[in-house]
């Protein structure tokens, strides 16, 4: 949890295959937790949201709440399925799932040394569809949520280097001269160098434009009160200017947005 970037990731380092696992039934878990979920519905604990494009200052925020004392989980594996496997899955067990799989985290942490009496806890999703967003801020109403972009030929240029250390490879290159590609994009991204480079920054379109309507949306239904609605969207080149005075000031008013400290 402190130490790994993704606890999705970091759990590989600790579990070996054929590893046995506990299994537990959503409605057993909802039992065991239920002052947890009390505590969080009600927002005598405090849960945050920090949803993001991806490569843009999200994890260095998971940092700093972290060290704030905060229970913060980035991208833990549950909350991955939740986002990438709903396929058009009932909200209400969506909503459901997610108020037990954040009741029984915030449950164990506190076992934890450090984390001991712990009221603050930070989900850190991974850059995805928005499908939770309404979930989350229903099964959580006193909850917050921050949203952390960066620019979209930055964010592209990131993950491809991530992906293809090499370059793209030909075959991928010639697949998008030749019109051909696993998945579609944006028409209008037709001059970019290749599908990968396409499929990027589709999803970052689908991300930012996806997300600066859902809140218009939240907004003009629910007022600027509503957690979706009032949320704060932080720029990653602000987040992490030289300017250190700038820096501390959006790093000030992200925690005071979140309730780490005063405003």
């Known amino acids: ?138 099964a959580f109403p006193t909850s917050t949520h921050v949203y952390v972009y960066r620019a979209c030929e930055q964010v592209v240029q990131s993950f491809a280097g991530l992906k293809f250390g090499g370059g793209i490879p030909a075959p991928l290159r010639l697949m998008w001269l030749l019109g051909r590609g696993p998945l579609p994009t944006r028409p209008e991204l037709k001059g970019v160098s290749s599908w990968p480079v396409a499929f990027l920054a589709t999803r970052w379109v689908e991300s930012v434009a996806g997300w600066a309507d859902l809140v218009a949306a939240r907004r003009a239904a629910h007022g600027p009160g509503d957690p979706v609605g009032g949320a704060l969207n932080v720029r990653f080149d602000e987040f992490t200017s030289e300017d250190l005075a700038l820096r501390a000031a959006v790093l000030r008013e992200v925690l005071a947005h979140v309730g780490l400290v005063a405003a």
């Open 1 to 138: 949890w402190r130490d790994e970037a993704f606890i999705d990731r970091g759990l590989r380092k600790h579990l070996a295959l054929d590893a046995e696992v506990a299994v537990a039934s959503l409605a057993s878990v909802e039992d065991a937790v239920k002052a947890a979920r009390r505590n969080l519905a009600s927002g005598a604990w405090r849960v945050s949201f920090i949803w993001n494009t991806g490569r843009c200052g999200s994890t260095l925020l998971h940092r700093a709440t972290t060290n704030l004392g905060a229970v913060s989980l980035s991208e833990p594996h549950w909350l991955d399925q939740l986002m990438y496997g709903h396929g058009g899955a009932d909200p209400a067990k969506l909503r459901r799932a997610l108020a037990a799989c954040v009741a029984a985290e915030a449950t164990v942490a506190r076992l934890q040394g450090g984390w001991r009496g712990a009221t603050q806890f930070f989900l850190n999703p991974k850059a995805g569809p928005h499908a939770l967003v309404p979930e989350a801020a229903a």
